[in-house]
């Protein structure tokens, strides 16, 4: 049996993932409750800027406002993890560990990933890859997880 889950940061792949499913921001957040128990939910600033920056690429005006809508909502909802000097230093730790080891962590997902570990969470993804090399993190993946 595995162990209880506290919470789960969410992963930008994991929300747009289920934007792209058009299910809503409550949809969402509800299937993501159901699937793991009654955990607490919240967002690291990179996943923001990440889901930010996907209303800037959208293809049409309407791409654009619905983006922007989704992740209004989304933030309203979920508290954003703060970026703290404790938080530079173990992604800083963590980037320097594994690059000896040979391993190449994007840092945008490092610091995913240490917005959940600072929690006691895990991270909910739909792009496993690079979370796994993380030590300690437990990896949660979508029903689209790679």
């Known amino acids: ?36 128990g009654p955990v607490e939910l919240s967002l690291s600033p990179v996943t923001v800027a990440e889901l930010v920056h996907g209303i800037y690429r959208a293809k049409t005006p309407e791409g654009s406002r619905r983006r922007r809508a989704y992740i209004e909502e989304l933030v309203d909802l979920i ?5 703290t000097k404790q938080s530079a230093w173990l992604a ?11 391993n190449v962590i994007p ?9 959940a570990l600072e929690q006691g969470y895990a991270v909910l993804t739909a792009n496993v890859r690079h ?11 979508t029903g689209s997880g790679r």
Do not use: Y
Not at 3 to 16: E, N, Q, R, T, Y
Not at 131 to 141: E, T
């Open 1 to 36: 049996m595995e162990p209880a889950l506290l919470g789960l940061v969410l992963d930008s792949s994991a929300v747009i993932a289920a934007e792209r499913e058009q299910q809503s921001v409550f949809s969402f957040i509800g299937a993501s409750l159901r699937a793991h």
């Open 79 to 83: 508290p954003v993890h703060s970026v």
């Open 92 to 102: 800083g730790q963590i980037e320097g560990e594994e690059a000896a080891r040979g």
């Open 107 to 115: 840092f945008n997902d490092l610091l995913i990933a240490v917005a």
């Open 131 to 141: 979370f796994r090399l993380i030590p300690n993190l437990v990896v949660v993946a």
